[in-house]
């Protein structure tokens, strides 16, 4: 979306209003059954074309927007041109509440009457409202993962999906029936690395079409994967299983110092963690040398995955692991953690995965259907949010099965899975 300031902005839409530009055109009648849906910085403007019409959208804080109003009503007036339903209105702020309107003109002509004016649409951050898509496979998903503008989801015999909105999904041809169980994008090789049963690792191309076999150097299964953004890999699993890489291909097992199982790792602040069965916490500097790692809670609850996130201004963030009976682990460092037990006290329900969007907020998901969200982000100079220690349960989700996994996409969207084909998307 292009905006404009001031006199040049309100100059422009004169000049555009009053059909200067081009000859020989028309006005375009206003458009009918307008809608718009807020998202996460953004919403979608929908309505009915007409052949031959070249539509615009304007938008602007407050009320009662018209293609003649825009620029008086607010400096941020905004305009899309060759506007194509469904069309996407980005760089939006959250909680502020906007107004729209579209109209048309043909064969270049002046801008024609705009539709009657949508007003009180209020973009907002995702994760409180999900949809169900359509179940993707009668197999278990449980992993998912979002890299080069696209989502893949790994599951049970070898399944393989791709989604470049989190709604419409794709079947790949991964070669392997061995059981998949969680999927990473490593944006410094760009490749997708899925990880599962028997010590198995695929490596997929950045558009996800072309899948290898890659030898692991184990033979236990393997549960979380994740990278550190410049190139080196950990997979973590069964048994204390701890396998690292620095080109994706060659794997060196590594010395855990447990034989718990491992079931989450995650990357961040120059640290790995990696969080399993009872109440197991590891944190490395290098993804090769491991330590156990302190815990106030002494908590005995398995612990099935883990994120980081969280960045205020300073740059400084929170690692956050979960488990069983709604169990909530926070760490500044990785190496101290403490039990927070927002969500324990009103569910004790497993929770499976977590993950963070940028800037915006964690998700959590459970066993029984449940997503919980904490917001925590920085705006300005400002941190807002609670450090992922009070949590809020989404009001109703599309699902009462277990999900497995989630993620966050390229949108401050989520996407989340589980079994017999189970997707779920938010933005």
């Given at each position: 979306?292009?905006?404009?300031?001031?006199?040049?902005?309100?100059?422009?839409?004169?000049i555009?209003?009053a059909?200067?530009?081009?000859s020989?055109?028309?006005?375009?009648?206003?458009?009918?059954?307008?809608?718009?849906?807020?998202?996460?910085?953004?919403?979608?403007?929908?309505?009915?074309?007409?052949?031959g019409?070249?539509?615009?959208?304007?938008?602007?804080?407050?009320?009662?927007?018209?293609?003649?109003?825009?620029?008086?009503?607010?400096?941020?007036?905004g305009?899309?041109?060759?506007?194509?339903?469904?069309?996407?209105?980005?760089?939006l702020?959250?909680?502020?509440?906007y107004?729209?309107?579209?109209?048309g003109?043909?064969n270049?002509?002046p801008?024609?009457p705009g539709?009657?004016?949508?007003?009180?649409?209020?973009?907002?951050?995702?994760?409180?409202?999900?949809?169900?898509?359509r179940?993707?496979?009668?197999?278990?998903?449980?992993?998912?993962?979002?890299?080069?503008?696209?989502?893949?989801?790994?599951?049970?015999?070898?399944?393989?999906?791709?989604?470049?909105?989190?709604?419409?999904?794709?079947?790949?041809?991964?070669?392997?029936?061995?059981?998949?169980?969680a999927?990473?994008?490593?944006?410094?090789?760009?490749?997708?690395?899925?990880?599962?049963?028997?010590?198995?690792?695929?490596?997929?191309?950045?558009?996800?079409?072309?899948?290898?076999?890659?030898?692991?150097?184990?033979?236990?299964?393997?549960?979380?994967?994740?990278?550190?953004?410049?190139?080196?890999?950990?997979?973590?699993?069964?048994n204390?299983?701890?396998?690292?890489?620095?080109?994706?291909?060659?794997?060196t097992?590594?010395?855990?110092?447990?034989?718990?199982?491992?079931?989450?790792?995650?990357?961040?602040?120059?640290?790995?963690?990696?969080?399993?069965?009872?109440g197991?916490?590891?944190?490395?500097?290098?993804?090769?040398?491991?330590?156990?790692?302190a815990?106030s809670?002494?908590?005995?609850?398995?612990?099935k995955g883990?994120?980081?996130?969280?960045?205020?201004?300073?740059?400084?963030?929170?690692?956050?692991?979960?488990?069983?009976?709604?169990?909530?682990?926070?760490?500044?460092?990785?190496?101290?953690?403490?039990?927070?037990?927002?969500?324990?006290?009103?569910?004790?329900?497993?929770?499976?995965?977590?993950?963070?969007?940028?800037?915006?907020?964690?998700?959590?998901?459970?066993?029984?259907?449940?997503?919980?969200?904490s917001?925590?982000?920085s705006?300005?100079?400002?941190?807002?949010?609670?450090?992922a220690?009070?949590?809020?349960?989404?009001?109703?989700?599309?699902?009462?099965?277990?999900?497995?996994?989630?993620?966050?996409?390229?949108?401050?969207?989520f996407?989340?899975?589980?079994?017999?084909?189970?997707?779920l998307?938010?933005?």
């Amino acid at each position: 979306m292009k905006r404009y300031f001031g006199f040049i902005v309100a100059a422009l839409a004169a000049i555009l209003l009053a059909g200067c530009f081009g000859s020989g055109g028309s006005q375009a009648p206003a458009p009918t059954n307008v809608t718009v849906t807020p998202k996460d910085s953004r919403v979608v403007v929908t309505w009915d074309t007409v052949p031959g019409v070249e539509y615009w959208i304007w938008n602007a804080p407050g009320t009662g927007v018209t293609p003649q109003n825009c620029t008086s009503m607010s400096p941020l007036c905004g305009h899309i041109l060759n506007a194509v339903s469904p069309a996407s209105v980005s760089g939006l702020t959250n909680g502020t509440t906007y107004s729209f309107t579209v109209n048309g003109r043909i064969n270049h002509g002046p801008g024609g009457p705009g539709s009657s004016a949508i007003d009180n649409v209020v973009p907002r951050l995702a994760g409180g409202i999900w949809v169900a898509g359509r179940p993707l496979i009668a197999s278990e998903l449980r992993g998912v993962a979002y890299g080069a503008a696209k989502f893949v989801a790994a599951g049970t015999s070898g399944t393989l999906f791709s989604s470049a909105d989190g709604n419409t999904w794709t079947v790949l041809a991964s070669h392997l029936t061995t059981d998949l169980n969680a999927v990473n994008y490593d944006n410094s090789h760009a490749k997708y690395l899925a990880a599962g049963a028997g010590g198995n690792i695929l490596l997929g191309t950045s558009d996800a079409l072309t899948w290898s076999q890659i030898t692991s150097s184990t033979v236990n299964n393997l549960y979380a994967i994740a990278n550190n953004g410049a190139g080196y890999i950990v997979a973590v699993g069964a048994n204390g299983t701890i396998i690292s890489s620095s080109n994706d291909s060659s794997w060196t097992v590594q010395t855990s110092g447990t034989q718990s199982d491992l079931n989450g790792v995650a990357y961040g602040n120059g640290t790995f963690v990696a969080v399993g069965a009872a109440g197991t916490l590891l944190h490395s500097t290098d993804g090769i040398n491991w330590t156990y790692a302190a815990s106030s809670s002494n908590t005995t609850d398995d612990l099935k995955g883990v994120t980081y996130g969280g960045l205020d201004a300073n740059g400084h963030g929170v690692f956050v692991a979960v488990g069983t009976h709604g169990a909530v682990l926070t760490s500044e460092d990785g190496t101290n953690w403490v039990a927070q037990n927002s969500i324990s006290s009103v569910s004790t329900a497993t929770l499976n995965a977590i993950t963070y969007s940028i800037g915006r907020r964690f998700i959590a998901v459970a066993a029984d259907g449940s997503i919980y969200y904490s917001d925590y982000y920085s705006s300005g100079s400002t941190t807002v949010g609670n450090g992922a220690v009070i949590w809020t349960p989404v009001p109703s989700t599309p699902t009462t099965s277990s999900i497995n996994a989630v993620t966050t996409g390229g949108l401050y969207d989520f996407s989340a899975v589980g079994p017999a084909g189970l997707n779920l998307y938010s933005d």
